[in-house]
């Protein structure tokens, strides 16, 4: 069996690395000219579905290495104003496992061959069942299974099902990342917590490692190399619904929303890193009308786009990877239709990745600011 994936995001190379692994090719594609050609770093907070889904996709003697390069996180979840007093409650406080995804998509890349600059223009279904993708530059890819992991943009969406649509949610947030200094450990309380401003609201997030991402490599996995990254703190800036920076760099358009608040958090922005900082927006994808089964399907953000107040995102496509490699395997050992795997998938991805969607849209409206909606006390 051969299988075309498109999108080198960390649903499809969490895809591709859990066939490699059972012995079924898997050939990469992205449409972006380099695999580093845009911004990729922010921390992810895996839940225990999507850790146990991932650690499914790797082969067993990397476990120990991502054992050591992810962090244990604990949030209070707290609501506290611009003085960093405590005027409410997002929730319950949680604790989980956090890794940094710039450093989980070198992992997720080692081994593989990813054809960069291919953007799918198109696929046509061949007569013998199988799938021919075509691409705006360089040779069509003919496999057995066309994989869509290739974002809430999707092209292999756009033609397998069509009436399948981004909505945009209005919401706008800036994002970034500052060294974990002394000074910026003793923010600590506000970690996982919403800090209320006039009119935008900051979240914070700490990403720790239990060892150094590229010292650990070295230790554990020699055949690995991961960068060489440190201790952060991860920084992100809601603004009211349909915002815009309003300043050159997101950097100072945060600056320029938080005159008069805690001097901690000014720092923590002034000393941010400019290449790690960016605006984006928050874009949905809910899976409604199912296709019938066929040699083409979907994964992650392609079929379930969460907003990010949802934490669900990453761990929903990493459960993709790990439900369709399973149910694929069993079709290759047991002889079975490889239709019947693909529905089999498609039926409980739907299920869970729509109940996904649903749940981070519910979340959205305590994160977004709103003037009109007084913050609780």
């Known amino acids: 069996m051969r299988v075309s994936v498109v999108g080198a995001g960390l649903g499809g190379l969490c895809l591709a690395q859990g066939l490699r692994g059972a012995g079924i090719e898997a050939d990469v594609y992205e449409r972006d000219p380099a695999i580093t050609a845009r911004f990729q770093g922010y921390r992810l907070m895996l839940s225990p ?7 499914g996709c790797l082969p067993p003697r990397w476990h120990p290495l991502l054992d050591a390069i992810v962090g244990d996180a604990h949030a209070e979840r707290l609501i506290l104003d611009p003085r960093l007093n405590r005027i409410g409650e997002l929730g319950p406080g949680r604790t989980g496992i956090v890794i940094d995804r710039h450093v989980l998509r070198h992992l997720l890349l080692t081994g593989l061959t990813v054809r960069t600059g291919a953007a799918l223009t198109g696929y046509d279904v061949l007569d013998d069942g199988k799938v021919e993708a075509r691409f705006a530059h360089g040779d ?30 209005g919401a706008r947030f800036v994002i970034g990342r500052t060294p974990l200094t002394e000074r910026f450990a003793a923010l600590a309380p506000a970690f996982g917590s919403k800090i209320a401003g006039d009119g935008v609201s900051l979240m914070l997030g700490a990403m720790r490692f239990r060892t150094p991402p590229k010292q650990a490599a070295e230790e554990l996995a020699p ?7 440190r201790d952060y703190v991860r920084w992100a800036m809601l603004l009211p619904p349909n915002g815009s920076l309003g300043a050159p760099t997101a950097q100072e358009a945060v600056l320029s929303r938080i005159e008069g608040w805690h001097p901690d958090l000014r720092a923590l922005i002034e000393q941010a890193d400019p290449d790690n900082s960016t605006l984006l927006s928050i874009r949905v994808v809910e899976p409604r009308e199912r296709w019938a089964p066929g040699p083409v399907t979907l994964l992650g953000d392609a079929i379930h786009a969460t907003s990010p107040t949802g934490g669900n995102g990453a761990n929903t496509a990493l459960r993709d990877a790990d439900l369709l490699r399973r149910c694929l395997i069993e079709a290759v050992e047991r002889r079975q239709d490889l239709l019947g795997a693909v529905g089999d998938y498609e039926r409980q991805m739907f299920e869970y990745g729509g109940e996904a969607v649903r749940h981070s849209l519910a979340a959205l409206p305590a994160f977004v600011p709103n003037p009109e909606r007084p913050e609780p006390t």
């Open 49 to 55: 579905v999507g850790f146990e889904a991932l650690r």
């Open 140 to 169: 069509p890819a003919t496999a057995d299974l066309l994989v869509g992991a290739d974002g809430v943009g999707s092209a292999v969406r756009a033609v397998l099902s069509p009436q399948t649509t981004a909505t945009d949610t």
């Open 223 to 229: 055949e690995v190399t991961l960068p060489d990254i």
